[in-house]
């Protein structure tokens, strides 16, 4: 595809991506009115009717948004142009969350504190898109751009959806990436398509970024042979993050969390307990939650502190090294460790 030599922007040389339906190059500003490098994303001639359709959709979406975590559009194409396009940032430096996964650099790996930040960052760019009445609809890997800073971008508005509006689907593509689209947005599927859809994605995005993984099919494997507990069995930090998946990766919407200032709460109470380094529920039949160090028994006369008899399904137990004494309904804390392993 050649860039028309009579528009502002002028190609570097370098082709950033190329797909079906546009491709996106490097360029820099004729005028010198912006410096810098830039991204122009055109839309490749002789395309369906649909394709401009979509084209013109996610054009309009992104000159709604204005978040730092979602890639900004600085000019565009006049809507009766023959050349359709839009420019927008590059930023130096960044690239995509699955080239960071997948390389020995991960510094999500096994690292559920900065992880749960990317999830956090990730809610927000959601929620502000949410305000504005669209969906991403696919949040992937390839989606998510990581910052030198640390930071993120959303990119690629490609199939997002706009509230009151259809789908566009083109005839010549998959829509989506597989295993991380949320259920509802499957071409075919049923079921409103909402912020939690995008929720859904950002729960699997939190689920590899921390394993260093590509995702599972469906939920199921979160709780189960993928669950934190198994994967990463010497850090019990990481297991927290159940308190995320369990309110996201959900084939159900209806069990997903219900707005996203409930999900960025969620999120930051378990920031706190990875960073204040609270035990996850699966220690607290075993390891003093008080002192961290000693571990928790029956002792002498144990029945008698916390009655006689105690109340059913009360267990007295002590820490062998602070000698704190604690009181365990067990059948509350057994369901709940079961339920994190099976969870319905």
Known sequence: ?????????????????S?????????????????????????AAGKPAKAYERFARELDSLKKLNHPSIVKVVDHAEPTSPFKFYVMELIDGAQPLKKTLLSDSNQFKNNPRLAVGLFIDLVEAIAHCWE???VHRDLSLGNVLILRSGGIKLIDFGICQTEGEETITLIDEGVGTQ????????????????????????????WSAVTGQMAFSRESAAYNAKSMQKLLPDSPSAWHLHHLFEKSIRHDPEKRFK?????????????????AGYPPIELLNETCPTCGWGKLGSFDGSHMVFGNPPPRGVRAVKCNYCGFCFAQDMPTLNENISRRTFLA
């Open 19 to 43: 797909g079906g339906q546009a491709s996106a190059y490097e360029v820099t500003d004729g005028t010198n009115a912006l410096p810098g490098k830039f991204a122009l994303k055109a839309l």
């Open 132 to 134: 504005n009445k669209i």
């Open 1 to 17: 595809m050649k860039i028309p030599s009579d528009i502002r922007w002028k190609p570097t040389g370098t082709t950033i991506g």
């Open 259 to 275: 707005e996203p200032s409930e999900a960025l709460a969620a999120a930051r109470q378990v920031l706190f307990l990875i960073t």
């Open 179 to 206: 295993n991380y689209m949320a259920p509802e947005c499957e071409s075919g599927a049923a079921g409103d398509v909402t912020w939690k859809s995008d929720l859904y994605s950002a729960g699997k995005i939190l």
